[in-house]
């Protein structure tokens, strides 16, 4: 892969996303219970309003008459690093909201844009084996982002403010880096310049909109759970998300190579069905490593999701690209707005109960994958056509 193509971009891109928000994200349940005495019903609260940006993304093609889809996603790069960067100094609940939502606007806008992009760049048949991996270096970055912080925390006992600070500013220093070194690549299609809503691509829709809901669960409760219920310290949840990104690190791009052989169908039925015994696992754990176990199975299961993004690329008219994948974002956090806010307070009568609506939500996405078709393609969106 040539130094300067667009491809080593989107990489270079995924490294520092990945490497600030896995520091804000692996720190923030430790963060908020102890300097800011967070319960679930604030938890809740802090990550709805995290997705609000989210629900707002189809804004994004607006912004896009404006600037070209490579500079929108370094400013949006830029404005994450910047949001990880403050969350330190502003310890309080209004002052996390405040700090969360600007992280969350860079970072959502950056994803919105970065997938269109992909799509657009990535020839079709080697999309699911680029996304595992990019997912490789996600993990790769995380790899990195937990090592500072051991290495800040632990080793040279820093609080979280200059931990968040000197992150996001690293973060931040490498953006700029992108900006001289790469030049403009060219987009293959012109897009489409305003909102749509295609019929043939309600199945899509569909499948985005409980991935959405489903995945809230997981990443909102299950962090959540090992601090409140198992007493998890800040070096113990940084080991399980070590975990995690060293199982994505070795088997990331194994598992793209291994959708575009199965073909989509397939992968989400495997996902799903493992999806939702890790759900009613988690409503019914009272063991530590068991719960730990469950996570990082949880999270591996999470990278089939590949195959949403590759299912769409097949069916989709290149123009497309830009406007669904910002109402596709929209799409993903109408349930992800209202989900964490609401279970944050089922959370409090129930916390079983929070993990039992998950699974159901794995079941539901389980059956909607059964109307992929074997190859899909334009014309070919569903089993029902015929």
């Given amino acids: 892969m040539p130094s300067s193509s667009p491809n080593r971009l989107l990489l270079l891109m995924i490294f520092i996303m990945s490497l600030v928000f896995s520091v804000w994200q692996v720190l923030l349940n430790n963060f908020v219970i102890e300097r800011a005495a967070f319960t679930g019903a604030e938890i809740g609260m802090l990550q709805s309003l995290r997705e609000v940006p989210g629900f707002l993304a189809f804004t994004a093609i607006f912004v896009l008459l404006i600037l070209k889809e490579q500079t929108f996603a370094l400013i949006a790069l830029a404005i994450t690093c910047i949001g990880v960067a403050l969350t330190g100094f502003f310890p309080t609940v209004i002052g996390l909201y405040c700090t969360t939502v600007v992280m969350s606007v860079g970072?959502?806008?950056?994803?919105?844009?970065?997938?269109?992009?992909?799509?657009?760049?990535?020839?079709?048949?080697?999309?699911?084996?680029?996304?595992?991996?990019?997912?490789?270096?996600?993990?790769?970055?995380?790899?990195?982002?937990?090592?500072?912080?051991?290495?800040?925390?632990?080793?040279?006992?820093?609080?979280?403010?200059?931990?968040?600070?000197?992150?996001?500013?690293?973060g931040f220093i490498g953006v700029i880096?992108?900006?001289?070194?790469?030049?403009?690549?060219?987009?293959?299609?012109?897009?489409?310049?305003?909102?749509?809503?295609?019929k043939r691509y309600w199945l899509y829709y569909l499948l985005t909109f409980l991935s959405g809901a489903r995945r809230q669960i997981f990443m909102v409760f299950a962090g959540f759970m090992m601090v409140e219920k198992f007493g998890y310290s800040v070096s113990q949840i940084t080991a399980l998300f070590l975990i995690n990104y060293v199982f994505n690190l070795f088997f990331a791009k194994k598992i793209g190579q291994i959708i575009g052989k199965i073909g989509e169908r397939k992968a989400l039925t495997f996902e799903y069905l493992g999806l939702t015994v890790v759900f009613v696992s988690y409503a019914l754990v009272d063991i530590a490593e068991i719960a730990a176990a469950l996570y990082v199975i949880d999270h591996l299961l999470f990278a089939f999701a590949i195959a949403i993004k590759t299912y769409f690329q097949k069916i989709a008219d290149p123009k497309d690209i830009a406007a669904t994948a910002s109402i596709s974002f929209t799409i993903n956090h109408i349930a992800?707005?209202?989900?964490?806010?609401?279970?944050?307070?089922?959370?409090?009568?129930?916390?079983?109960?929070?993990?039992?609506?998950?699974?159901?939500?794995?079941?539901?996405?389980?059956?909607?994958?059964q109307l992929i078709p074997a190859t899909p393609a334009q014309g070919k969106e569903t089993i029902l056509i015929k």
């Avoid at 799509?119 to 790769?140: C, I, N, P, R």
């Avoid at 900006?179 to 489409?192: G, L, M, S, Y």
């Fill in 107 to 170: 970072f959502h806008y950056y994803e919105t844009i970065n997938q269109s992009l992909t799509l657009q760049w990535v020839d079709k048949d080697k999309t699911a084996e680029f996304l595992g991996q990019a997912m490789s270096w996600k993990a790769a970055a995380a790899l990195s982002s937990y090592a500072l912080v051991w290495l800040l925390m632990t080793g040279l006992e820093l609080d979280y403010i200059w931990v968040y600070g000197l992150v996001g500013g690293l």
């Fill in 177 to 198: 880096y992108l900006v001289i070194v790469f030049p403009k690549f060219p987009q293959h299609a012109n897009q489409t310049k305003k909102m749509i809503l295609r």
């Fill in 336 to 369: 992800a707005v209202v989900i964490p806010a609401a279970l944050g307070l089922v959370w409090l009568y129930s916390a079983t109960l929070v993990f039992f609506i998950g699974a159901a939500l794995a079941v539901c996405s389980l059956i909607a994958s």
